[in-house]
């Protein structure tokens, strides 16, 4: 069974189509690599995955279980977002110890004293940041929450749009290392967004190159080292990231 | 050697808060020659305050005091405001982050650079478009007639970054600060870009302060690099001699970078303590 699962998907924004025949599958455990420059449509398939993109034809399926166009609270158990921007998604009057809450709350769940102090353990912030507010915080220790938020119900699948693009490059790395960790860990499933090669490199096993809203080519993460993708964008998009067979 | 066309010594920015005075950036010396100067750092670590001091652009409650900061032999700090503004753009010019946050939204891409240059040049109407379209035209815009007439809403990321160029480059200045002029823009413009920088710094024989946090991207642009960590220069070197930088800061920093043949479990992250007491 494959973690997510598309077929033909196309996705519109009112008259406007944006992705166009999409499919592809993740297997569960991969970590899989969404690529391309802004307007090709890779963020929109993660939030047409998420239920924010609601305007979409084709199927859709995670975990097994085809997804509807209705919000869903199983879904919710079973796949989770983290997005790009750890400034923005953090609701700025709520306590760190509010937003881990709050999916317990609306799922309830008991033992929430419990579950976050050990998310909190597992992403690597210390407890005496349980109950400070997001500008209390660092962009990267913001990352974190941000993190053990989505993983507060336990998902076996995370769907990552950007998320270290907003971190200086030393922060951006304990972020990579975490997030890593976590997946080995916990046996999770990523399908991460990014237009950083090297970071595909480091963190994913195959990525879908796509470009004005298509998949113009799935390559292994291997490619990255010696430059071997077929399709011309792919290469173009590789040397223009400085990809060269001496990095 | 000729004389430098920049001399800042000992330049210090400070900004009060409720704690007292903080410095941001604490004593920096450079000289810079018709060269391409690279300042690397994190967030906060004072790299865009620099280039911002330069030109006398930090505002109160901002302060800004050097032992000397002299461009072609006159010292900045005591020039007039007037003065100054005739320097700014027309001598020493600087190209912003974001073009969608600086150009005018309610006037033409060609207004805007023919206003660029009609502050500091007397030109006549058609000399001043021939510069306009001829400038457009350097920084590879293909129809430059067509764009002039356009406004900023209506061109890409790229073109709208290649049109601050063109507003920058067109007085004709002999150094240009670059602050982060690519981070806003796709990879593949990113290299257009900046190659087109590179080859217009060259050909005019301009002094460059290009500002960046991606270090791979000074290594390729710039002879020299400086790099900064809490408002000071922990290391400053030739481009070609980084991979044998010494600092434990600089070196943590390259070796956090996701590397294109990224074959390490995990990555390095910088341990603070190594420094934070120099």
Not at chain 2, 66 to 84: C, D, N, P, V
Not at chain 2, 119 to 141: F, G, N, P, Q, Y
Not at chain 2, 144 to 153: C, E, Q, T
Request: aromatic share 4%; with cysteine; proline share 5%.
């Amino acid at each position: 069974m494959s973690a997510i699962s598309l077929k033909d998907l196309d996705i519109s924004y009112g008259k406007a189509k944006v992705v166009e025949g999409v499919s592809f599958d993740v297997a569960e455990g991969e970590s899989f690599a969404l690529v391309g420059e802004s307007g090709s449509g890779k963020s929109t398939v993660l939030k047409a995955i998420a239920g924010l993109a609601p305007d979409w034809t084709g199927e859709m399926a995670v975990l097994g279980r085809s997804r509807g166009h209705r919000p869903d609270r199983g879904f919710a158990r079973r796949c989770q977002m983290v997005f790009q921007d750890p400034y923005g998604s953090l609701h700025p009057r709520k306590t760190v110890d509010t937003v881990l809450s709050e999916p317990l709350q609306v799922h309830g769940l008991g033992n929430r004293d419990a579950r976050v102090e050990e998310m909190l353990r597992a992403v690597g912030l210390d407890r005496r940041f349980r109950f400070r507010y997001p500008h209390q915080l660092s962009g990267g220790q913001r990352q974190r929450v941000a993190i053990a938020r989505a993983l507060m119900l336990e998902p076996k699948v995370m769907l990552l749009d950007e998320p270290t693009s907003a971190l200086d490059v030393s922060v951006q790395a304990e972020i990579l290392n975490l997030l890593k960790r976590l997946r080995a860990e916990q046996g999770l499933t990523y399908l991460m967004v990014t237009h950083n090669l090297p970071v595909v490199g480091f963190m994913c096993d195959r990525m879908a190159v796509m470009n004005r809203g298509r998949v113009v080519e799935i390559a292994p993460a291997t490619a990255l080292h010696d430059g071997s993708f077929a399709d011309p964008y792919s290469r173009a998009l590789y040397a223009a990231s400085g990809g060269t067979a001496h990095d | 050697m000729s004389a430098p066309l920049l001399s800042v010594e000992d330049l210090r920015v400070s900004f009060p808060t409720p704690a007292g005075r903080v410095e941001v950036v604490k004593g920096l010396s450079f000289d810079l020659g018709r060269e391409r100067l690279g300042i690397v750092g994190e967030s906060g670590s004072g790299k865009s305050m620099t280039g911002r001091a330069i030109l006398r652009l930090v505002r109160a409650p901002g302060q800004v005091t050097a032992k000397k900061m002299e461009f072609e032999g006159t010292e900045i700090q005591s020039l007039s405001e007037r003065r100054m503004r005739d320097l700014r753009g027309a001598r020493i010019s600087m190209i912003m982050q974001d073009p969608k946050f600086s150009l005018n939204p309610v006037m033409t891409v060609g207004r805007q650079i023919a206003e660029a240059l009609q502050a500091h040049e007397r030109l006549s109407r058609s000399a001043t478009r021939a510069r306009v379209l001829e400038m457009l035209d350097a920084v590879r815009i293909n129809d430059p007639a067509l764009v002039a007439k356009m406004y900023p809403h209506e061109i890409s990321g790229g073109m709208g970054q290649r049109v601050m160029i063109a507003m920058m480059l067109i007085p004709r200045p002999s150094l240009l600060i670059a602050d982060e002029p690519t981070s806003a823009l796709d990879v593949s413009v990113q290299a257009q870009v900046l190659d087109l920088i590179d080859e217009l710094v060259r050909d005019h024989g301009m002094g460059l302060i290009l500002i960046s946090h991606d270090l791979n991207l000074v290594l390729r642009y710039c002879d020299r690099i400086m790099v900064m960590n809490a408002g000071r220069v922990v290391e400053s070197c030739a481009a070609a001699d980084l991979h044998r930088a010494q600092h434990p800061y600089t070196r943590g920093l390259l070796a956090a970078v996701p590397r294109m043949h990224e074959t390490r479990d995990i990555l390095p992250v910088l341990d603070r303590s190594d420094w934070s007491g120099t």
